[in-house]
């Protein structure tokens, strides 16, 4: 059930760029969480510059007009290896579909209890699931 929100500079990435954005994700998705083909649900928003402020660098990366910012939120419970490897595939992925450096790929995982999501009519849907 992952809900993936990608956020991009306005005017810096065309249709095609951002339609490459999105099969990344979704391919890291299924690769790595083993999310089935119908599991797809994305968000993305081209952000005002004056809206998408960010640093120059920071831990050591550096940042530039391509950075994207991803944030994804799926149902809690699975290993730390597990999203250790998820990082790695989204920005490995995520980079070479947009043709940018590892270091503009900003990935923000955020897991959440089953019970606390409602894929429609007011159900839980995953309130039982176990990832």
């Known amino acids: 059930m992952p809900l993936a929100k990608i956020y991009v500079n306005e005017g810096q990435y065309d249709e095609a760029r951002l339609t490459k ?19 797809f649900f994305q968000l993305i928003f081209e952000m ?13 990366m550096q940042y530039t007009d391509d950075l994207v910012t991803l944030e994804i939120l799926f149902v809690s419970g699975r290993s730390r ?9 989204l920005d490995t992925r995520i980079a070479a579909a947009a ?3 590892p ?3 900003f990935i923000n ?3 959440a209890p089953g019970e ?3 894929f429609g009519q007011g159900e839980a849907q995953r309130a039982n699931a176990v990832e």
């Open 21 to 39: 954005i999105s099969e990344a994700v979704q391919a890291a998705l299924r690769s790595t969480l083993s999310v089935p083909p119908d599991d």
């Open 48 to 60: 005002p510059r004056n809206r998408y402020l960010h640093t120059a660098s920071f831990v050591g």
């Open 81 to 89: 290896e597990t999203r250790l490897a998820l990082l790695k595939d």
């Open 99 to 101: 043709g940018i450096s």
């Open 103 to 105: 270091d503009d790929v």
């Open 109 to 111: 995982l955020v897991e």
């Open 116 to 118: 606390n999501i409602s």
